[in-house]
């Protein structure tokens, strides 16, 4: 199984220099600098998702409601400045809606067990229409002067790298850290690959699935703020778009198993680089929206079913934690 998930991922990364290098010497303006600064800030924020995404997959789930998660709690902050509110209470105020909505995933999915697709699906439609009911008073928040002591988070470079992808590299070393490092990261791998076991030998199961769903709602956060930082807004309605599946592309063709215990943050940079190289190709290509969900569906389905038959599930070990 190692071998076959190391040629996964080789294969990938070798899909993507084709597809680079090809963009570059045929398809006018893919080599243009800005355009490639351009694709490099997108990826970022796709990646930044993609980590958040990746814990949760690794730990048998899904989450759907992270593009929720992203727009509504940085919106929250945005717009809680314009209307005068203190930077410190408007910071407190977004990030406590973030970590309730990881914890109520995380309680549904955990101790109500409830399947994450059908939590996350509920749960990203009710924080999404909070937002439009009851926060946001146009569906684009303009980023306020007030909070420009933190746009250097998207805004800028260093070294020449744009800071959302200084940001995306940041949150990388640090879910690194989290799954290879540390304990809770082995606990994330072990409910993966075997939740009866895990559960059998003592491991404090139903708060490591909570605290997966919690960082996924954090990380939405974080991404929320990067992204709002490097465009000067926050497109609301973005929770309406078809992001999740990109990220979920980005997950599923780096190579992280739908089956759980699998992959890790080298996948989840593998898959981004691939998506958003191909996402920026087909724009440039001026390929319709429309066809664009076409080919993304397409691909998709395919890697699920490369992953159905690379990393197939047992009937003992599909019992629990199906998404």
């Given at each position: 199984m190692p071998k076959l998930r190391a040629t996964q991922q080789t294969i990938v990364f070798i899909l993507f220099l084709v597809m680079f290098g090809g963009f570059l010497l045929l398809l006018p303006g893919f080599a243009q600098v800005d355009n490639l600064l351009t694709l490099l800030q997108n990826v970022a924020i796709l990646g930044i998702l993609g980590l958040g995404m990746a814990v949760v997959v690794i730990g048998r789930g899904i989450d759907i409601s992270m593009i929720a998660a992203l727009a509504v709690p940085s919106g929250f902050l945005l717009q809680s400045v314009s209307n005068g509110q203190s930077i410190e209470v408007a910071a407190l105020q977004a990030l406590v809606l973030s970590l309730l909505f990881g914890l109520v995933n995380g309680w549904l999915v955990a101790y109500a067990e409830v399947p994450s697709l059908f939590t996350t699906l509920a749960s990203g439609l009710f924080?999404?229409?909070?937002?439009?009911?009851?926060?946001?008073?146009?569906?684009?928040?303009?980023w306020p002067q007030a909070l420009d002591a933190m746009v250097w988070i998207g805004r800028g470079s260093l070294g020449g790298i744009p800071m959302p992808v200084v940001m995306f590299g940041l949150a990388c070393a640090l879910m690194a850290l989290l799954l290879r490092r540390l304990r809770a990261g082995a606990f994330i791998y072990a409910i993966g690959d075997n939740p009866f076991t895990a559960r059998?030998?003592?491991?404090?199961?139903?708060?490591?699935?909570?605290?997966?769903?919690?960082?996924?709602?954090?990380?939405?956060?974080?991404?929320?703020?990067?992204?709002?930082?490097?465009?000067?807004?926050?497109?609301?309605?973005?929770?309406?778009?078809?992001?999740?599946?990109?990220?979920?592309?980005?997950?599923?063709?780096?190579?992280?198993?739908?089956?759980?215990?699998?992959?890790?943050?080298?996948?989840?940079?593998?898959?981004?680089?691939?998506?958003?190289?191909?996402?920026?190709?087909?724009?440039?290509?001026?390929?319709?929206?429309?066809?664009?969900?076409?080919?993304?569906?397409?691909?998709?389905?395919?890697?699920?079913?490369?992953?159905?038959?690379?990393?197939?599930?047992?009937?003992?070990?599909?019992?629990?934690?199906?998404?």
């Open positions: 924080l999404a229409g909070l937002g439009q009911a009851a926060i946001f008073q146009l569906e684009v928040v303009q059998a030998t003592g491991l404090p199961t139903r708060p490591i699935i909570l605290l997966e769903y919690l960082l996924a709602a954090l990380i939405g956060l974080f991404a929320g703020l990067v992204m709002a930082a490097s465009v000067n807004s926050m497109p609301t309605r973005i929770y309406n778009s078809t992001m999740v599946y990109d990220v979920v592309l980005v997950v599923v063709l780096g190579g992280i198993g739908l089956s759980g215990g699998r992959g890790g943050v080298v996948n989840v940079i593998i898959g981004t680089l691939l998506i958003g190289t191909m996402l920026n190709g087909m724009t440039i290509m001026d390929i319709s929206y429309s066809v664009q969900n076409i080919i993304k569906g397409l691909v998709l389905l395919g890697a699920i079913l490369i992953d159905s038959a690379l990393n197939p599930r047992n009937e003992e070990t599909a019992q629990q934690g199906d998404i």
